[in-house]
């Protein structure tokens, strides 16, 4: 196998908010989940919420700040909300 075909296989294809994102790392982060869906971040006062199904450990719930998730090769929906405080 060549160097770039075990480039291509060491990644992870995820979904955010219904578009497909790859990363290079079996295990993600909030904060990496977050990046993606705002590029740009939103306002200081907004709440963020991460909810996910179809990971590999564990397969499903909500990620807070600082938390991480394994993910599969393919397959694991994130789902990235933002709400103002009130």
């Known amino acids: ?3 770039s075909e075990n480039a291509h296989e060491k990644h992870y294809e995820i979904v955010i908010n219904g578009q497909q994102e790859v990363v ?3 295990t993600v982060s909030y904060e990496q989940i977050v ?3 705002y590029p740009t971040p939103p306002s200081s ?3 963020i ?3 996910y199904r179809g990971a590999q450990k564990p397969k499903e719930g909500s990620l807070k700040l600082g938390g991480t998730v394994d993910v599969k090769k393919k ?3 994130f789902n ?3 709400t103002t405080k009130s």
């Open 1 to 3: 196998m060549s160097q």
């Open 24 to 26: 290079p790392d079996k």
């Open 35 to 37: 990046a993606f869906a």
């Open 45 to 47: 006062d907004a709440v």
């Open 49 to 51: 919420t991460v909810t």
């Open 75 to 77: 397959g694991a929906v």
């Open 80 to 82: 990235v909300t933002s």
